[in-house]
């Protein structure tokens, strides 16, 4: 079974920290992204990549940066959050054509 | 103009009957693919079914058909003889040439004992 692993259900942090969010798969595939979901939006993709060291920006990258430096993980990075990055994260892996598998969430609240 | 739209953003159905949950997609990509996931209170996003934009007949799986009507661009979930485990968010999105999922905003189904 394939399985996306995310550091943290939960997080708490204070405006203007930087923040970390870790993602890991453990099925090779090439593809990973991080979305946020909130009520009433849906998700909305924040960035993605293709490989390693590949990253492309998604639909509201403003505020968010990624790293991939090995194949399965992807970190997103906000450098300053802010209040209005209180959001439910969540990040899916796929293999080239094929359907992503999401983690189980993280649920970040920025005081 | 959305990519997709789900506009119900609550139902409330009986157990055991049907349901059919809305999605139309706006796209000029002769080649995409469309998902339902199911998201419960837990949090984690279910795939249920999956439909290509060539595949010629309706997909199925298990209690889930998807019903696809290319020249009307929708989409539609059914779910049939709904139970009590069914009460979750669903989400309709769509995949174009370039792997990046596009969601709706979801409807929240609630199934009624």
């Known amino acids: 079974d394939v399985k996306v692993t995310q550091s943290s259900r939960y997080l708490v942090k204070r405006t203007g920290e930087k923040v970390f969010l870790e993602c890991v798969q453990d099925?090779?595939?090439?593809?990973m992204f991080w979305y946020r979901q909130d009520p009433g939006l849906g998700l909305r993709l924040i960035y993605f990549s293709y490989d390693v060291k590949m990253k492309e920006k998604g639909d509201i990258p403003e505020g968010y940066s990624v790293s991939r430096e090995k194949k399965e993980r992807f970190s997103l990075i906000l450098e300053s959050a802010s209040t209005n990055q209180t959001s439910m994260y969540l990040c899916?892996?796929?293999?080239?054509?094929?359907?992503?598998?999401f983690g189980p969430g993280t649920r970040l609240t920025v005081l | 103009a959305q990519k997709i739209t789900q506009t119900q953003p609550g139902m409330f159905v009986q157990e055991k009957e049907a349901v059919t949950l809305d999605c139309t997609y706006d796209t000029s990509d002769p080649s995409y693919g469309l998902f339902w996931y199911k998201q419960p209170s837990s949090g984690e996003m279910i795939f249920l079914i999956y439909?290509?934009?060539?595949?010629?007949q309706n997909a199925t799986e298990g209690r889930y058909s998807l019903n696809f009507q290319k020249a009307r661009k929708s989409a539609n979930l059914v779910i049939s003889a709904s139970q009590l485990g069914d009460s979750a968010m669903y989400f309709c999105a769509m995949r174009e040439y370039n792997e990046k999922l596009t969601f709706g905003t979801g409807t929240r189904l609630t199934i009624i004992p």
């Open positions: 899916a892996s796929s293999l080239r054509g094929s359907r992503q598998y």
């Open positions: 439909q290509g934009s060539y595949d010629q």
């Open positions: 099925m090779d595939h090439e593809n």
